[in-house]
């Protein structure tokens, strides 16, 4: 009991003493106020004369609010009660109860408690633009280090929820058992759960004054609180509106041919203010892989562009076995577009893509399959530049092309190519103010070309090979025209061109009867041509009304024609007398002509004398129909845009003095709903076959007007719209609207669910007819579908097919489905046809923030360069 006793009083004794020692930091001065010895600065209502603190001041002063502040001057501390609210430079803190230690410069915040003792609302703290939510937070005024338990921080679209954050300076926070979302509605605190959200067990988010990042360790995506498959070893995601580094989010699916892949995963690196770079990768479960490098640049107001580049390794079957196969493939590319307000007098453009052989059908870009571009048999790369000057009547324009054949393994090569035009002048001045007469109207262009070209194969590419096959030329041009009106109806024109070309290769054709071939040798020499023709053409326009009663849905019939006639000379610049031509002596013994200057890059020159009459007669009808819908009462309807006959006949022709007759028309019917393109070409002559022969001869039996070529396409854009459903206002038809998650949705009386299912569906056809002098016409026939359509407000599905009627087959066919979760969306694409069947899932998120660093864009597979 005596021990007991003992070790009661000295307890009382240590705790009289403490008490003691803190009721010291409390003094009188001469005055009777008191004098605190710490580094807060005590608000004047408090302290009237703070001149005699002895202790170390912080920054500045501490102002706080609250319904109710109790002040314990024995414990250094404050407490502030309802609605508190505490203020330190540019940091806020409000919350429910708030415990301010001065003698540790320490602030203790909690939220609202509710009658069991949970929080039922939480402790702000905002510090400049970055703002957070706490049930608990601890925070060093001095240090500005905190901890805060179930927290809640966010800045601009995006928002971490984290069971512990410790804040350890100005801009460095670890978190623990974090949850990453940009889900609007969750971030507004209209609902509850969040669209998704990234869970990592440990996180570190870095905030700064142009950009913030969040670090994680291993991270999962959930959606709908769902854990998925998507779970990535770390990510570095950004947590401001600033341009930040990231992990770019892949798609997965599977290919036929090279099995399960990840699509597109990689990292986004911004460079500076105007430069970023990614470098994605596309990974398959058979050992095929593929890189894909690429740099977007971008100055406001004066050019965009990027670099992009792909190799990368396809590797098919077992290896061992018959089926096993390897093959690499590579890409070049670049976009380059000037700002059309940077310089009016200067334009530089560029479009470059040089690609391997078997770049796409061996392609490991899936959305290469998806847009179609996999189906490509050419490729086209081309750089330009123009030039205008302010004070000279001249334009410059620089080019320099590549191209690429798959079929012939051919590439047609032009570097450079330049153009100098001379803006068009007329020779007269005129009299008056107004141009008239065929003299005072002529008018003159010229342009002086030069270029380099060659073809050769792709592995011969700036080798001596192609250097020797390279061509150099030089073509000036010079026209000129003039016309005028006569006999009041009738245009009458006038016109002359001379074309003068140089080039540093003829050619030389001899037929080896030992190899039974033709051979053509390329002469290295520097030679040239002119040529040079003239016409005259005459031109009307007749009209013609065919009026109807006023009660006839029909009221008028108008008929415009076009009609117009030419005469058109030339030489025949095959005569020896120029030099143009050469001859050879065939297999059968018959002498057979050619131009010297054949396959040349400006052509060669006509053979034949031409003196011929050309007509050309164009259509257009349309008439006048009643309308209820039109402020007149009638409406226009159009039957052809333009029907258009053409042809002409040659006097000087030895035989065959009639061309053919060509026919094209153009019209919009139904309102425009069915758009009509049809072309024809007619042979008036008789074509004869020998027997056993595939190729006719044309003989000099005019009459007969067989079809040479025809050309059709129909396009049809349908939707809902067209069919006339009329878009309702579900708001005044339904009283009830669709809240959280719902808010697509009108609900009827019996709560059925309304809403309005946009779509579209375009039908197109091409059908094309080509005959000739060919035994056989070869004939080609599509059909091809391409819609879209609005299962919910939240769920589509798009899709296009093409039909080769001729074979039988599906030529090319995709099936897509997207769903908006209201945050991200959930893609998914699938190719069941061709030599790539592939299948493609894909989840984007929309926030800005993680628009570079979390891929996400709306990929459009109508628009070719969607792969970029």
Not at 128 to 148: D, F, H, P, R, V
Not at 552 to 558: D, F, H, K, L, T
Not at 825 to 850: Q, R
Request: aromatic share 14%; charged share 20%.
């Amino acid at each position: 009991m005596n021990s007991n006793g003992f070790k009661n009083t000295l307890q009382i004794l240590i705790f009289l003493i403490f008490n003691s020692f803190l009721a010291q930091g409390v003094k009188e001065n001469a005055k009777g106020e008191a004098n605190i010895k710490d580094k807060v600065e005590i608000k004047t209502d408090t302290l009237k004369n703070d001149s005699l603190l002895k202790t170390e001041r912080i920054q500045d002063v501490v102002k706080t609010k609250a319904d109710i502040i109790t002040n314990n001057m024995s414990q250094r501390q404050t407490v502030l009660e309802k609605n508190a609210s505490i203020i330190y430079q540019d940091m806020q803190v409000d919350a429910d109860y708030i415990l301010y230690d001065w003698g540790k410069n320490q602030i203790f915040a909690r939220g609202k408690l509710d009658k069991k003792g949970k929080i039922i609302s939480g402790a702000a703290f905002s510090q400049g633009n970055q703002k957070g939510e706490y049930e608990s937070l601890t925070y060093n005024l001095k240090t500005k280090q905190a901890i805060a338990y179930n927290a809640r921080t966010e800045q601009n679209e995006g928002v971490i929820v984290a069971q512990k954050m410790k804040k350890v300076g100005d801009s460095i926070y670890y978190l623990r058992n974090g949850k990453y979302t940009t889900d609007e509605y969750f971030m507004q605190k209209k609902d509850s759960m969040s669209d998704y959200f990234m869970l990592a067990s440990k996180i570190k988010l870095i905030k700064g004054k142009e950009n913030s990042r969040v670090i994680t360790g291993p991270i999962q995506m959930y959606i709908e609180n769902v854990p998925t498959p998507l779970v990535m070893p770390f990510a570095i995601l950004p947590f401001s509106d600033k341009r930040s580094a990231g992990i770019l989010i892949p798609s997965f699916g599977e290919r036929q041919d090279v099995g399960f892949f990840l699509n597109g995963l990689g990292y986004y690196q911004p460079i500076g203010e105007h430069f970023d770079l990614k470098i994605l990768t596309d990974i398959y479960t058979k050992g095929s892989w593929n890189i894909r490098p690429e740099v977007n640049y971008r100055k406001n107001y004066r050019y965009q562009g990027s670099f992009v580049a792909e190799i990368g390794t396809r590797i098919t079957g077992i290896q061992g076995l018959p089926d096993y196969s390897k093959s690499s493939t590579y890409r070049i590319g670049w976009r380059h577009s000037q700002d059309t307000k940077a310089n009016p007098y200067f334009n530089f453009s560029a479009n470059v893509d040089i690609i391997s052989n078997k770049f796409y059908n061996n392609t490991l870009n899936n959305n290469y399959i998806f847009n179609g571009s996999a189906l490509n048999t050419s490729q086209n790369s081309s750089i330009s530049f123009t030039k205008r000057f302010l004070n000279l009547p001249f334009t410059i324009n620089g080019t320099a092309s590549y191209s690429q054949n798959f079929a012939t393994g051919l590439v047609d090569l032009r570097l450079p190519q330049f153009t100098v035009s001379v803006n068009q002048f007329y020779l007269l001045k005129p009299k008056t103010g107004i141009r008239t007469g065929l003299l005072e109207n002529i008018n003159v262009n010229t342009n002086l070309a030069f270029m380099n070209s060659v073809s050769a194969p792709q592995e011969e590419l700036f080798t001596k090979a192609m250097f020797d096959k390279m061509n150099t030329g030089l073509q000036n041009t010079i026209s000129l025209g003039t016309n005028s009106s006569i006999f009041k109806y009738f245009t009458f024109s006038l016109s002359a061109s001379i074309n003068n070309v140089m080039t540093t290769k003829t050619v030389e054709k001899k037929y080896d009867p030992v190899q039974d071939e033709v051979k053509s040798i390329q002469h290295n020499n520097l030679s040239g041509f002119s040529t040079f023709s003239t016409s005259a053409s005459l031109q009307t326009i007749l009209y013609g009304m065919l009026k109807f009663n006023k009660n006839s849905p029909v009221q008028a019939i108008r008929h415009m024609i076009t009609p117009s006639i030419s005469f058109n000379y030339s030489p025949d610049f095959s005569a020896q007398s120029w030099g143009y031509y050469d001859s050879y002596y065939d297999r059968t013994g018959m002498l057979v002509p050619y131009s010297i200057f054949e396959g040349g890059m400006y052509g060669s020159p006509s053979s034949g004398l031409n003196q011929s009459i050309g007509f050309n007669i164009n259509n257009s009808l349309e008439m006048k129909v009643k309308s209820k819908k039109d402020s007149t009462g009638v409406e226009k309807v159009k039957i052809f845009e333009n029907f258009n006959i053409s042809g002409n006949y040659n006097f000087a022709a030895t035989k065959n003095k009639w061309s053919l007759i060509t026919m094209n028309t153009q019209t919009s019917l139904f309102k425009n709903k069915l758009n009509v393109n049809m072309a024809m070409s007619l042979d008036p002559y008789r074509i004869d076959f020998a027997p056993g022969a595939t190729t006719g001869v044309r003989t000099d039996e005019f009459g007969h007007f067989s079809i040479a070529s025809f050309n059709a396409q129909l396009s049809m854009p349908l939707s809902e719209a067209i069919f006339g459903e009329k878009k309702e206002d579900l708001s005044k038809k339904y009283k009830t609207k669709g809240e959280i998650r719902n808010e697509g949705y009108y609900f009827d009386e019996d709560y059925y669910a309304r809403f309005a299912q946009p779509w579209t569906l375009n039908v197109n056809a091409q059908y094309s007819y080509a005959k000739g002098l060919s035994k056989t016409p070869t004939k080609s026939f599509s059909v091809g579908l391409d819609g879209t359509l609005k299962l919910t407000p939240f769920w589509s599905i798009n899709g296009s097919t093409y039909y080769d009627v001729v074979k039988g087959e599906l030529a090319y066919t995709r099936l897509g489905f997207t769903r908006d979760q209201r945050s991200f969306s959930i893609t998914f694409n699938w190719v069941p046809t061709g030599m790539n069947k592939v299948y493609d899932f894909f989840i984007g998120i929309k926030a800005n923030i993680l628009k570079d660093a979390v891929k996400y864009k709306s990929r459009s597979f109508n628009d070719p360069r969607s792969s970029y």
